[in-house]
T-cell receptor
Framework: AQSVTQPDIHITVSEGASLELRCNYS??????LFWYVQSPGQGLQLLLK??????LVQGIKGFEAEFKRSQSSFNLRKPSVHWSDAAEYFC??????????FGKGTMLLVSP | DGGITQSPKYLFRKEGQNVTLSCEQN?????MYWYRQDPGQGLRLIYY???????QKGDIAEGYSVSREKKESFPLTVTSAQKNPTAFYLC?????????????FGDGTRLSIL
């Protein structure tokens, strides 16, 4: 069965420190992969996407993600976190049938 | 600006009552989706539509119904058969039916039971 796992429910990072949010997927081939961010009471905003080619993809707000086929992972990174990055982050996968499978999300808390 | 409009932002339902959540998009997208979000559960797909007058059940369609009479509109009805309707509902749309284009989301409707 297809699935997306985000192992960390909550992560706390100090402002200015680096960030890595983990995402693992289960699928027999290479899926389309996405990272979304959600502020409280809002919809989801696309940060970045991976379809093929270069395994390091750049997104908005200074985020990047690296696709690793051998590890079935698509981890999100940011070199220096800002207080405004506090939000919930969702990894999602599409295996080519138009519907997305979401992970359960990681809540990012930023400490001063 | 193009986007997805969900209304109302907050909705209250009495026991035994059907309620309808509105979703309108002016992005000229073919595909539209409804998700339910519960704390700690991520997003779960309720229904989706890839073309006007056609729609498919998602993972948790029981107790919900939809229609797609116009390309721009994809309303969701939460029926009295849905015993636990309290949740945050998100509507999304996408340009394609294959999956290599991202979905764009509205700002959601929060439904509560009185």
């Amino acid at each position: 069965a297809q699935s997306v796992t985000q192992p960390d429910i909550h992560i706390t990072v100090s402002e200015g420190a680096s960030l890595e949010l983990r995402c693992n997927y289960s699928y027999g081939a290479t899926p389309y992969l996405f990272w979304y961010v959600q502020s409280p009471g809002q919809g989801l905003q696309l940060l970045l996407k991976y379809f093929s080619g270069d395994t390091l993809v750049q997104g908005i707000k200074g985020f990047e993600a690296e696709f690793k086929r051998s590890q079935s992972s698509f981890n999100l990174r940011k070199p220096s976190v800002h207080w405004s990055d506090a939000a919930e982050y969702f990894c999602a996968m599409n295996s080519g049938y138009s519907t997305l499978t979401f992970g359960k999300g990681t809540m990012l808390l930023v400490s001063p | 600006d193009g986007g997805i409009t969900q209304s109302p932002k907050y909705l209250f339902r009495k026991e035994g009552q059907n309620v309808t959540l509105s979703c309108e998009q002016n992005l000229n997208h073919d595909a539209m989706y409804w998700y339910r979000q519960d704390p700690g559960q991520g997003l779960r797909l309720i229904y989706y539509s890839q073309i006007v007058n056609d729609f498919q059940k998602g993972d948790i369609a029981e107790g919900y119904s939809v229609s797609r009479e116009k390309k721009e509109s994809f309303p969701l009805t939460v029926t009295s058969a849905q015993k636990n309707p309290t949740a945050f509902y998100l509507c999304a749309s996408s340009t394609d039916r294959v999956g290599d284009q991202p979905q764009h989301f509205g700002d959601g409707t929060r439904l509560s039971i009185l």
